[in-house]
């Protein structure tokens, strides 16, 4: 597809367990970024892809969380061990050129659930 | 304090209104202040961005950045329905060499009929 593609779209989990999500950048963006949106809330970074570099983590709230990103594409998401509070919508976007980063495309989210 | 601090509203207007979202922030590294628009349960879309101080205008939209004050703007014309939406302001700049978007909280806006 021509956007940025998440999935999936809504996910509930019961607490404790773990969860994945995905994103499928825009081909050829380098840069990659995962935001989370909480009710009310504006966009709270949590870790950043540049090329083969290595990623930016300081946003990632607890050792619970980690990210991937396999071949400079698609990247996952990992929540382990699920918290209520980790009840969100997980944003991913990806840019280029990667040096100012200034426009950077949205996917639609995915909306995670945590009862 | 937030680095970016912005008004969650609501900000209700009628139809045809000039509409002003603002934002402020504290970070003097930033260089690049951009303006999305998040529908409900959609992704945000950039609407228009501007580098250092200045104005630029795009269509119905005119965005506006004093660094002096570390205050910048949207400004839109003519409103219509089609325009309520949450309006996110984002800034980056340079920090180890990377240019990460730094998000408010977003400013809902609904235009009435």
């Known amino acids: 597809g021509a956007g940025v593609s998440q999935s999936p779209s809504n996910k509930v989990t019961e607490k404790g367990k773990d969860v994945e999500l995905r994103c499928d950048p825009i081909s050829g963006h380098t840069a990659l970024y995962w935001y989370r949106q909480s009710l009310g809330q504006g966009l709270e970074f949590l870790i950043y892809f540049q090329g083969n570099s290595a990623p930016d983590k300081s946003g990632l709230p607890s050792d619970r969380f980690s990210a991937e990103r396999t071949g400079g594409s698609v990247s996952t998401l990992t929540i382990q061990r699920t918290q209520q509070e980790d009840s969100a919508v997980y944003l991913c976007?990806?840019?280029?050129?990667?040096?100012?980063?200034?426009?950077?495309?949205f996917g639609q989210g995915t909306r995670l659930t945590v009862v | 304090q937030k680095e970016v601090e912005q008004d969650p509203g609501p900000l209700s207007v009628p139809e045809g209104a000039i509409v002003s979202l603002n934002c402020t922030y504290s970070n003097s590294a930033f260089q690049y202040f951009m303006w999305y628009r998040q529908y409900s349960r959609k992704g945000p879309e950039l609407l228009m961005y501007?580098?250092?101080?200045g104005n630029k205008e795009d269509g119905r939209f005119t965005a506006q950045v004093d660094k002096s004050s570390k205050y910048i703007s949207l400004f839109i014309r003519d409103s219509q329905p089609s325009d309520s939406a949450t309006y996110l302001c984002?800034?980056?700049?340079?920090?180890?060499?990377?240019?990460?978007?730094?998000f408010g909280r977003g400013t809902s806006l609904i235009v009435h009929p």
């Open positions: 984002a800034m980056s700049g340079a920090s180890g060499g990377s240019y990460i978007p730094t």
């Open positions: 976007a990806s840019s280029y050129p990667p040096q100012t980063n200034t426009e950077a495309f």
């Open positions: 501007t580098y250092s101080s």
